[in-house]
């Protein structure tokens, strides 16, 4: 028999096992290898190296815009086909699989360019399929019975989800991923016979991903069932339809959830562009290697780890809106400096020829990014609960989906056009900060202790 106890750690297992996804996938490993390895490729096709970098941000945003719509629209009519039917774990099923499966092509991408292509339907794909999974996981959540202690499980889940994150990045930077030099952090040749000179080391990075995801999800699969009280006869998609229909019209007319959707709707949309190009901006503006990207992916785990469980501590003391305000504020400082600062100089500063301060100034930037990030997603994931019934827990984390999504076109697409118009990555993030502030504002008229209509 599952016990609550079992349910729990399953719950958190979940987070362990997706989190390279994005740690090493999306931010610090395969992220800005993409990145160089496009503005190569356009270079050898005869852009300016300014152009081709642009050009390489730009298709990788571009790419996110699509990848961020689907999960956009798909997640509230999955929530509710959930709900309605009971049955969440074949969904688990199919996307962790798609996941696991596309993670493990992206061994594909070379240096050269080859597989460019692939490589980025191959990772959007599966990214979608993860963070499918993940907002269905996330629906489990009010049904774990922890009543006033559920923001310092959120952020306990969190912070452990960002541990396996940084034991994964370890692992890849210890033993796998090459600098220029063909070795890795630690000075060693990649294993198994892993050819450093077609950067196979750095490449292992999605099979990698794979295997974690694949092995780690067994206890999710052992210890979660869907429970035999909430199953049904197989809804009709008029039943699911117009089922979600009755509960957005119902949004309409509760302004603390509405106010709280389309805050999240903006902070969360800069937050993912924050997280999406955190590595990218290193490797195009700072000109980091690999590795240098994989130890501040290090200290930004690190710092999310610790921050989210504090601030899960905090939500419980102080209930999630405190919680996500100053985190807002910690990452508009983060976007300030992002925009202003490159290798000479920070806001119109200078720094001495040869400074290490931009390196040092984004290190502790991705600790702040890390921290400030996994803590706001956690009271968010807290202030979400506080306005959902458990037994419309899918259809209502299916809109909070929706809501980090369903502008997740926005944040890519005006970085695009800010930097193909700038021509510049760094003014390109001037939107970022403008989301930041928006949400900000809407946050204003949500209500601390949230409804729940019934």
Known sequence: MTTIRKRIWAWMMFDWAQQPYATLGLTFIFGPYFASVAAEYFMAGGSTERAASATAQSLWSSAQ??????IAFSAPILGAYADASGRKMPWFVTFISTAVLCAAGLWFLQPDGTGLYLAL????????????????????LPSLNQGDAVGRLSGGAIAFGYWGGVLSLFVMLLFFAENEGGTTLIGLSPPFGLDAKAREGTRFVGPFIALWFAIFAIPFFIWTQDLPAERAVRPSLGTVFGQLKATLAGVVKRPSYRSFLLSSMFYRDAMTALYSYGGVYANLVLGWEIIQIGVFGIIAAIAAAILSWVGGLADERFGPKPVIRANIWCLIIVGCVIVGMSREGLLGIPFPEGSRLPDIIFYICGAIIGGAGGSLYA?????????????????????????????????PALITLFTILTQSNQLGFIPVILLFLLGLFLLRFVNPDGDRAA
Not at 65 to 70: D, F, K, V, Y
């Open 121 to 140: 339907i191959l990772f959007w794909l599966g990214f979608v399929a993860s963070e499918s999974a993940f907002n269905l996981n996330n629906a489990i």
């Open 379 to 411: 009271a968010s994931r807290t202030m979400m609960v506080r306005h959902c019934r458990p037994d419309h827990a899918a259809e209502a984390f299916g809109l909070f989906a929706l809501a980090g999504r369903a502008t997740a076109f926005l944040a």
């Open 65 to 70: 815009t699509i990848a961020g719509l689907a």
